[in-house]
């Protein structure tokens, strides 16, 4: 079993829908918890990043944290055509520079 | 923000021989991170590279397959050598955010194809 999770996709909505996209972990240390942005041929670009649990909200974008679950998502609100990318949820436990990717979600945003 | 650039940006090789793909970093930094991406795959860490000391390798990568070399603070190099078609892949290097978190700055990528 991998120590991450992610919803599989691909994943198709209409511009202005809200999306989710989640990650299960199974690792109970993991503390850090990340979403990147990876447009086609393009490396991984730093989305949102969560220390512990909660929420946190940054324009459109809200990402949450549910340890007790060891489950995270995030949302996209007012979803728009540049979303269309693949979304990477990555964690790590400590401070080390080592973190665990899920697979990645394709989300596209149709208009 | 770090701004990184990989060369080359991808390139066909024929199984067999070896290719060594670069790494360059605006700013100093202590460690840089090696991945690797398959096709429809996640990213899996290959090794971390320490500016002065040897790389340190991940599970199921060693040196002889993929040597690495740091010479400076600012610079990388990762060899696959020995290609074969099982080591198509997107080769990204990355470098920890400022401050030390788990979080990561990464280059564009190397797409490479073997024959």
């Known amino acids: 079993q991998k120590e991450v999770e992610q919803d599989p996709g691909p994943l198709s909505v209409p511009e202005g829908a809200i999306v989710s996209l989640n990650c299960t972990y199974s690792?109970?240390?993991?503390?850090?918890f990340m979403w990147y942005r990876q447009y086609s041929r393009k490396g991984p670009e730093l989305l949102m990043y969560t220390y512990s649990s909660g929420n946190k909200e940054d324009g459109r974008f809200t990402a949450q944290v549910d340890k007790s679950s060891k489950y995270i998502s995030l949302f996209i609100r007012d979803s728009q055509p540049s979303d269309s990318a693949t979304y990477l949820c990555?964690?790590?436990?400590?401070?080390?520079?080592?973190?665990?990717f899920g697979d990645g979600t394709t989300l596209t945003v149709k208009p | 923000s770090a701004v990184i650039s990989q060369k080359p940006s991808r390139d066909i090789c024929q199984r067999g021989t070896s290719l060594t793909i670069q790494c360059q970093v605006d700013?100093?930094?202590?460690?840089m991170f090696w991945y690797r991406q398959q096709p429809g795959q996640s990213l899996t860490l290959i090794a971390t590279?320490?500016?002065?000391?040897?790389?340190?390798?991940e599970s199921g990568f060693v040196i002889d397959k993929f040597p690495i070399s740091r010479p400076n603070l600012t610079f990388s190099t990762l060899t696959v050598s020995n290609m074969s078609p099982e080591d198509s892949s997107i080769y990204l290097c990355?470098?920890?955010?400022?401050?030390?978190?788990?979080?990561?700055?990464f280059g564009p990528g190397t797409r490479l194809t073997v024959l």
């Open positions: 990355s470098v920890p955010l400022a401050g030390g978190t788990d979080t990561q700055y």
């Open positions: 700013s100093q930094v202590t460690m």
């Open positions: 990555a964690m790590a436990s400590t401070n080390a520079g080592k973190s665990t």
């Open positions: 590279a320490n500016q002065g000391s040897e790389a340190t390798y």
């Open positions: 690792n109970s240390a993991f503390q850090y």
